[in-house]
């Protein structure tokens, strides 16, 4: 475990460690969770039987596991962030076009989250995992954000989370990005070639409220040899900023 930050309950910080370690782990017996934490059996012992008597985590043959109670917290949560429900199916008839991942994210704490996956009928598989988080100066949904946003929110990100490099192609200087952002801004969508991973394409837009401010973004991802030039910076761009706009319009009415 790493040290507490200033003003944290340690006890609290434990016990989210330890659903953390059965979230990667699987299923996992007390010692190997432990190990996983780096703290006493009996400790994770104590907070393990509270998560079960909560109904948090599934018990069977000394090995534990998440229960489906995150599932009701995550689908709550997701329902309650106003385009959600808006959204999903123009995400899913942008994979039923396109044939290809389609995906509805919003900013949370500087990060990119997927609030909805759904892929069209490929051979070639992707994740499409709600909850996924990824980096926002390297996504085209998360660059159709932070092109929308405050100049001051968008800094305060950049000074937390930095600009990584994913591939070589990942944008690792400010300059570069705010330039990127302003051709974002005209353009109405975010490209990602190849900047998240090697061979994979992408193409965002913005998702924004009545007055303005951004809410989220949706894409459509795929790999680069299925998405060449005209189809990557033509037909999907034209595609994408037409959901975006039905959307926009059925978040005014709503």
Known sequence: ?????????????????????VEALGEAGVTEIADQVDVSKS??????????????VVAEEGRYRLSLRFLQLGEHTRTQTGIYNLARP???????????????????????VYLYRTQGDQTIQFSTDAGDVHQLHCSA??????????REHVD????????????????????TLHETLVDV?????????????????????PIRGPEGDVLGAISVSGPATRLPEER??????DMLRRAANLIEINLKQY
């Open 1 to 21: 475990m790493t040290d507490p930050m200033p003003g944290s309950i340690r006890s609290d910080e434990t016990l989210l460690s330890i659903v953390e370690a």
């Open 43 to 56: 400790t994770v012992h104590g907070h393990l039987t509270t998560l079960k008597q909560q109904g948090y």
């Open 90 to 112: 123009h995400v899913d008839e942008l994979a039923r076009e396109t044939n290809e991942l389609a995906n509805l994210a919003v900013e949370e704490n500087g990060r990119g």
């Open 141 to 150: 949904t998360g660059k159709s954000m932070l092109a929308h946003m405050p």
């Open 156 to 175: 305060e990100i950049l000074d937390e989370h930095g600009l990584p490099a994913h591939t070589e192609q990942t944008i690792t200087d400010e300059a």
């Open 185 to 205: 801004r005209e353009r109405g969508v975010a490209f990602d070639d190849e900047e998240y991973g090697e061979g994979l394409r992408c193409v965002g837009a």
């Open 232 to 237: 990557y910076r033509e037909e999907l761009p």
